[in-house]
């Protein structure tokens, strides 16, 4: 199958130094993150050399860590640093929106998707001191009525999450999403996809339909496609239209050869898109399972301020 690009715009990211380190950050921390360390005495030992001043507070259940950024940001830090996984973040990330303050990713899960794509080192040493060595980028975010994200996946992604064995899910993060599709690969079913894309409307079949800012699937230096950025301005929206053995083969030996598995997906690059799907799918946003009636979806640039290392010269 070859793949399908069309690109309406081309956006440089947007970046600023850090220059100095934030004097207060307010530190969000998801204790049930997949990683088991002790991290206050980290936290305290590099803060405390960049000289910033920091609160920290504990995540109990799903939102809190919205609600926990968005307090921060309202007490007038200069930025907030969120500990956890790709689900903290994206709480994290949406509790910032509007507000200006940038958000300090310390990987804290098990896949990090994220943070990979955006080069955050997984040592949490190394992520605090992007504070005041890094910069501060723009990053591209979608919504979804209320519902911000990063990566949504309708259809077999979706069952493929639901699915999963959390205690496995927890140990090895996205291998065990490849094991579990590994299983499930043999006769997915499949669903007619009807895509608005700026207007134009495409209808294909398909096991899987994703819409995401990043092209990172958790796994060190494999991407969907080399084309997408986090920093564009636009959507991409990808569908992969059948799962048989040669299909799979095919995107393996891609990902090998190139670092990328794009060449077997069908691939547009938009700024707003209306997706149904018949019969209806689960739908996933950044690894948790949602239910979403109307998936009208469309890009909001640089939603989110986040530091990253520096560009390379």
């Not at 990330?93 to 943070?115: C, E, M």
């Not at 077997?264 to 799918?281: D, F, G, Y």
């Not at 690894?287 to 009208?296: Q, T």
Request: with cysteine; charged share 25%; hydrophobic share 40%.
């Amino acid at each position: 199958m070859n793949s399908e690009s069309q690109t309406l715009t081309e956006e440089g990211p947007s970046r600023e130094a850090s220059r100095v380190p934030p004097r207060r950050i307010g530190v969000v921390i998801n204790p049930a993150a997949g990683r088991e360390r002790a991290i206050l005495r980290t936290l305290n030992t590099v803060l405390d050399e960049l000289e910033i001043d920091w609160d920290a507070a504990i995540t109990h259940r799903r939102g809190d860590a919205r609600r926990l950024a968005e307090k921060a940001a309202a007490a007038g830090v200069d930025a907030v640093a969120i500990y956890g996984g790709d689900g903290s973040v994206l709480e994290a990330a949406t509790g910032l929106r509007g507000s200006g303050v940038p958000l300090a990713i310390l990987p804290g899960g098990t896949a990090n998707v994220l943070s990979r794509e955006l080069g955050i080192p997984g040592d949490l040493t190394e992520a605090l001191y992007l504070l005041a060595e890094g910069t501060i980028r723009g990053v591209d975010m979608g919504a979804v009525g209320e519902q911000l994200f990063f990566h949504l996946g309708i259809g077999f992604e979706a069952e493929m999450i639901k699915k999963a064995d959390r205690k496995s899910k927890e140990r090895s993060g996205t291998i065990a999403y490849i094991f579990s599709a590994l299983r499930e690969l043999r006769s997915p079913p499949t669903a007619l996809f009807t895509l608005e894309l700026d207007g134009e409307t495409v209808e294909m079949e398909g096991i899987n339909c994703l819409v995401t800012t990043f092209g990172s699937i958790g796994v060190a230096g494999l991407k969907l496609s080399k084309k997408i950025d986090v920093s564009d301005g636009l959507l991409d929206v990808i569908v992969l239209s059948k799962a048989d053995f040669n299909t799979f083969l095919s995107v393996a030996t891609g990902a090998l050869a190139s670092g990328e598995i794009g060449h077997a997906l069908k691939q547009w690059q938009i700024r707003e898109v209306r997706i149904t799907a018949e019969p209806p799918q689960a739908i996933t946003v950044d690894g948790e399972m949602v239910k979403l009636d109307d998936l009208s979806i469309k890009v909001v640039p640089e939603a989110v301020r986040i530091f990253v290392p520096p560009p390379e010269n």
